[in-house]
């Protein structure tokens, strides 16, 4: 006879219950079936058909289902399709060549292909490019020399004297200024008056993040590293109390700034994009001093799971829960710190908590259509090929080099 004290909701609850990993690959399957049911012809990495192709080869890695492999391939013909109609006119990483170059350089893991853009002629006009966006000091990551960096660097055949070149005119321009700081101040639309941004999508640390990169490679390091700990050492010197602000870094800094109480735990701006690129850098630099502070910091982070003042209001990977959970799940592989495991794990659940019940996102934009409709949804930062890679960073075994393509490795 059944006892009655047992409450039946729980009964259900418990009799529901599915491990993470078989509810992930639910959900990759209903994601396969989301990206296909929606026509994307952007061919930019961040919002169109290049980032559904990495999703899928990874895919088929995880689950060796040879149908993911054929929608691979079946996405980047329809790439260089649309390519034929409509080549992008900028050499900038989000919205045009240097984002599709690096992509045709990382899916040569996956398939014998070219990339139509290494050649010496391109890499010409690539830095040719990056010098004009220095002109106009712009750094940026996504929008600014600095992706057009991270694609130069990502392939073999790059002439190093041109990225040689490029750093010393960088290293000028900043330091024969009277106040260094003055190289890294914009202005944008929110911000009319010149700030300065921390963030890794459009800030300081996207930048610092290609400097550790460029060490890495043992190119220009003298210099790279003196910039890059100029960026630290600032960094540090805006530093908040943990206990009483809630985090350790401003998005901004710069008069005029009005601060919100309430800040983002995501990669493209706040702590987490942060200390990310800071602990890479103690790493690259042997600092083991500052390797101490991070990962110090990283721990407090970890603990930091309010959804409304860590501004997590969607499930994408640019400031989302999905973005969160990959890039902890990233750290903890990097550093096997057991704060980094658990806080993966709770925003993967949240990810997953969002995806059962449909989220906001996703049921405003299945109901729109025509010109209403996002074009990117299928894409990679606020999309479902960028969930995909997400969710799937927290199966066994993941290949998360994805990440990449938002500077976390």
Not at 59 to 87: F, G, I, P
Not at 127 to 152: F, P, R
């Amino acid at each position: 006879m059944k006892p009655s004290y047992l409450d039946k909701s729980l009964i259900f609850n418990i009799a529901s219950f599915i491990p993470m990993e078989e509810k992930i690959h639910q959900h990759l399957q209903s994601i396969d079936f989301l990206i296909k049911s929606h026509r994307n012809e952007l061919v930019t990495i961040n919002g169109g058909l290049p980032s559904i192709v990495i999703f899928y080869f990874h895919l088929h890695e995880a689950t060796q289902e040879e149908r993911h492999y054929e929608s691979a391939v079946l996405y980047l013909e329809l790439l260089y399709d649309a390519l034929e109609k409509s080549m992008p006119e900028r050499y900038t990483y989000s919205s045009g060549l240097a984002g599709l170059g690096w992509f045709f350089s990382y899916i040569q893991r996956f398939i014998e292909i070219e990339n139509p853009f290494d050649t010496p002629e391109f890499d010409s006009q690539f830095m040719a490019a990056a010098q004009k966006e220095l002109s106009y000091y712009n750094y940026e990551y996504l929008i600014g020399y600095c992706g057009i960096l991270q694609y130069l660097i990502s392939k073999k055949s790059t002439d190093h004297a041109l990225l040689y070149q490029f750093i010393d005119d960088v290293y000028k321009q900043i330091f024969s200024l009277e106040d260094p700081i003055i190289f890294f101040k914009q202005k944008d639309v929110r911000h009319k008056f010149p700030s300065i941004n921390l963030g890794v999508s459009h800030g300081m640390f996207g930048f610092a993040a290609i400097l550790n990169q460029l060490i890495a490679k043992q190119i220009h390091p003298e210099k790279c590293t003196t910039i890059l700990k100029f960026i630290i050492d600032f960094t540090f010197e805006h530093e908040k109390d943990f206990v009483s602000e809630g985090r350790f870094f401003p998005d901004r800094i710069g008069g005029g700034i009005k601060e919100n109480r309430n800040c983002r735990l995501a990669w493209c701006y706040g702590d987490l994009g942060i200390l990310t690129v800071l602990y890479n850098s103690s790493i690259i630099l042997k600092d083991d001093e500052l390797q101490h502070k991070v990962t110090q910091m990283l721990i407090n982070t970890t603990h930091r799971k309010d959804l409304n003042s860590t501004m997590m209001n969607d499930i994408w990977l640019c400031h989302g829960t999905c973005g969160a959970a990959h890039i902890f799940q990233r750290l903890y592989t990097t550093t096997q710190i057991d704060d980094c495991k658990f806080a993966a794990n709770y925003w993967y659940r949240k990810t997953l908590e969002q995806l059962d019940k449909g989220s906001p996102q996703i049921r405003m934009n299945l109901t729109r259509s025509g010109s209403y409709a996002r074009k990117d949804l299928t894409g990679f930062l606020t999309g479902y090929a960028g969930l995909g890679l997400s969710l799937l960073s927290k199966l066994p075994n993941a290949d998360m080099d994805w990440d990449r393509m938002i500077l976390m490795s």
